[in-house]
């Protein structure tokens, strides 16, 4: 598949007549035309046939040596005529066989695609208003999925009695690329986080009640896909664009397919069963740096015991995504034909994806995204983790704080390292969109205020609805009315009846406007049972009248979110001499 294909997403031009991609005769230099009326076949004259008035007054008709050589030339003419007609067939039919070729390979590819839902529920979180420049950041949820549904998942996995059991996630990463295109971050939450998990519906119908004691692996069972896409968007105050997720046989392919990911341990490492922790991922490595591809690939990316915890294998998987990333530029995987070729093959067999990008051109598109972006501009991080008062050895629980710093820095778009150019510390200015309709009077706008400042798990703050009301009463918006109902949310908004259309959004503005907040804290909302304009005042804003935006610097992550390394440490039980038998 070059690259061509990918670009065409399998669709041919017609193909115009012979005469407009100058086929006919007098555009190659066969001649002048015989004479044939349009639409009627063409006549050739032989070698030999009776001479034309024309050839008789030029004297070179007959059987004379004058006759004979107009005769030969005209031979030649008739021959070049044949030549060139059979040489643009044959090309024309070669040009034809190979797109058609080039098109039927790209059909294959697609169909080897899955795809699903974008998401399983509604979370209620908006894209990103563009900048000033017009862009806008890019977010995928990466998805490492332990299903056993077939044999090979099975030999690499084991757990044959898991075959029909619906699949964890048990790697769940947030690609941010900033809109500028010029950082990345990949952020993970360990598998066996507990978190707010909303209401989803799977693809059978089946709907699941929301929940707030489950980790988050299991949201992929409450879903699919799409529900682990709509945790992620509740917990964040994050847009996810989209979702891509991998099985054990996946992982094997992809990292055969770039020739194995560089990773690196402290010392020797052998992840295995002990008498005080059964099970273990059965890796075994030397000291030192690795190439590692097929169920060594795999072995590394679950190897938990050995590396202590699960914070750290995240950051053992944060390692081999980086060593991925680095082996697919070296490789220069985005514009070589070849290795293009080969990619696409495995990829699209090993990939799922959400449905909005399951084509090949749409999946090579999103992987240009992020060509450009340099290595050290990637940065990975974990979010700080504790354990959960009611299964401390087993479950965790985020620390607010900490994680909300971090989600702050994806919705502001800021770098999560200090590496690049100055100006990208600070968010772009979101890009101003005046109404196309007046806002009308303050006093004539019906606003009902909702304290939502529990949306980050903590305790509300008392009182805020009211006294938001009575602040915008205040500034001319008499009919501002407090509520009870409502569920919280992290990042404040005002939200408008979509059916109210540019009325409704102007409105909405001037409410915004009047407490200082920005223009993307307007969204529209979608409900059918949608009422008036609600300001809804999240964990971002739990004290003041007049909105400030929260601060944030680039790097500023929370102590214990980096987890950059060289190389990765190895729990003692678990550390390899290289010598003793596996």
Not at 11 to 40: C, F, I, Q, S, Y
Not at 43 to 65: D, K, L, Q, V, Y
Not at 220 to 235: F, H, I, K, V, Y
Not at 282 to 288: K, V
Request: proline share 5%.
């Amino acid at each position: 598949m070059g690259q061509s294909s990918v670009r065409g997403e399998g669709t041919r031009k017609r193909v115009p007549r012979a005469r407009e991609l100058g086929w006919d005769d007098d555009l190659h230099g066969a001649g002048e035309a015989t004479g044939a009326k349009d639409g009627a076949p063409e006549e050739e004259t032989e070698a030999g046939s009776a001479p034309t008035r024309a050839e008789r007054r030029r004297g070179g008709a007959g059987t004379g040596p004058s006759g004979r050589a107009a005769a030969r030339r005209r031979a030649r003419k008739t021959g070049k005529r044949k030549v060139l007609r059979w040489t643009a067939i044959t090309l024309s039919l070669l040009i034809l066989g190979t797109a058609g070729a080039g098109y039927l390979y790209y059909e294959h590819l697609n169909g080897n695609i899955r795809g699903g839902s974008r998401a399983g529920g509604d979370s209620g979180v908006k894209r990103a208003a563009p900048n000033a420049l017009g862009d806008t950041p890019l977010n995928i949820l990466l998805i490492g999925s332990d299903s056993r549904n077939d044999e090979k998942n099975i030999a690499l996995g084991g757990g044959r009695d898991d075959k029909n059991r619906k699949p964890l996630g048990d790697v769940q990463m947030l690609l941010h690329i900033s809109a500028d295109r010029k950082n990345a971050s990949i952020i993970s939450i360990p598998r066996d986080t507990v978190v707010h998990i909303p209401k989803c519906t799977d693809k059978d119908g089946t709907s699941y009640a929301a929940t707030d004691n489950r980790p988050i692996n299991e949201s992929l069972q409450r879903g699919g896909p799409g529900c682990t896409l709509t945790t992620w968007e509740s917990l964040t105050g994050v847009y996810i664009d989209h979702w891509v997720m991998v099985d054990f046989a996946g992982v094997v392919a992809m990292a055969d397919e770039v020739g194995g990911v560089p990773v690196c341990v402290k010392t020797g490492v052998w992840d295995r069963s002990t008498t005080s922790q059964h099970g273990g991922s059965g890796l075994q490595l030397t000291e030192g740096p690795h190439e590692i591809k097929g169920k060594q690939a795999l072995q590394w990316l679950r190897t938990r015991h050995a590396f202590g915890s699960d914070q750290n294998r995240a950051k053992a998987q944060h390692m081999y995504m980086n060593g991925m990333m680095k082996r697919l530029q070296e490789q220069n995987a985005w514009t070589d034909t070849g290795r293009l070729t080969g990619l696409a093959e495995t990829a699209t067999k090993a990939l799922q994806v959400s449905d909005e990008i399951r084509s090949v051109k749409k999946l090579y598109d999103l992987s240009m995204q992020f060509k450009n972006v340099k290595l050290d501009r990637l940065t990975t991080a974990t979010v700080p983790t504790v354990e959960y008062p009611q299964r401390p050895k087993e479950w965790l629980q985020l620390v607010p704080s900490s994680a909300d710093k971090m989600w702050s820095l994806l919705r502001n778009d800021v770098a999560l390292d200090k590496n690049g150019d100055p100006a990208d510390a600070k968010p772009k200015p979101s890009k101003t969109t005046k109404p196309k309709t007046p806002a009308e009077a303050p006093a004539s706008i019906a606003v009902t205020v909702v304290n939502g400042t529990d949306g980050d798990g903590q305790a509300p703050a008392g009182g805020r609805a009211k006294k938001m009301a009575t602040a915008l009463q205040d500034k001319g918006f008499t009919q501002a009315e407090p509520t009870q109902e409502g569920e919280g949310r992290k990042d404040t908004v005002v939200t408008y009846p979509k059916a109210s259309g540019e009325q409704g959004k102007a409105n909405a503005q001037s409410v915004a406007k009047a407490l200082g907040l920005p223009d993307s804290a307007v969204r529209p909302d979608t409900a059918a049972d949608a009422q008036g304009i609600t300001l809804i005042v999240g964990a971002d804003w739990r004290e003041g009248d007049t909105y400030k935006k929260p601060k944030t610097e680039a790097g500023d992550l929370p102590q214990g979110a980096d987890d950059k390394t060289e190389c990765m440490d190895v729990y003692s039980v678990y550390k390899w001499d290289g010598k003793s038998k596996s």
